[in-house]
């Protein structure tokens, strides 16, 4: 560090060869490593390139991708993915914003009230072992009364 700032180098140091003695993927490759340094060794600034950067929020849910994801929770049925979907929207917890859903204050202010208040219910763990528990029955492997 020098004075009031801090900078930092990216690149890399080739210790071994290895598979790269055949296999190189290109001459700019060989421009990225950084020298060989020493601990305290004092260094000259060639240039400085300002740059920022930020990280991306994950992608909001369609409806196919919302689906998508409640079946790889084990979160609800085929005939209740449309309805909830519906549901939700009708009571204004999310809206459509082109294809995307998007919370809605309401909805947010909805959601942190329920995880505050019933966090061992709302739970994806849970409801997925609640639905578990409905094929059982369903099924006849088990009755209503669960053995544990």
């Not at 700032?5 to 598979?19: E, I, T």
């Not at 920022?52 to 085929?78: H, M």
């Not at 309805?83 to 309401?106: F, N």
Request: zero cysteines; hydrophobic letters at 30%; charged letters at 35%.
């Amino acid at each position: 560090m020098h004075g009031e700032y801090d900078f930092k180098a990216n690149g890399q140091v080739l210790k071994f060869k290895g598979f790269m003695t055949v296999y190189f993927e290109g001459e700019e490759d060989a421009n990225e490593q950084i020298p060989e340094l020493e601990i305290g060794e004092e260094l000259k600034k060639e240039k400085i390139e300002p740059k920022q950067s930020f990280t991306e929020p994950p992608a909001r849910y369609t409806e196919a991708s919302l689906v998508k994801a409640l079946e790889e929770k084990g979160i609800g049925r085929p005939s209740t993915y449309s309805p909830t979907i519906t549901t939700i929207i009708e009571r204004r917890y999310i809206e459509k914003d082109k294809k995307q859903l998007a919370p809605t204050e309401l909805g947010r202010l909805v959601n942190d009230l329920l995880i505050h208040s019933f966090k061992d219910i709302v739970n994806v763990d849970f409801t997925a072992e609640i639905e578990k528990d409905f094929d059982s029955i369903a099924d006849r492997k088990r009755g209503m009364e669960k053995n544990n």
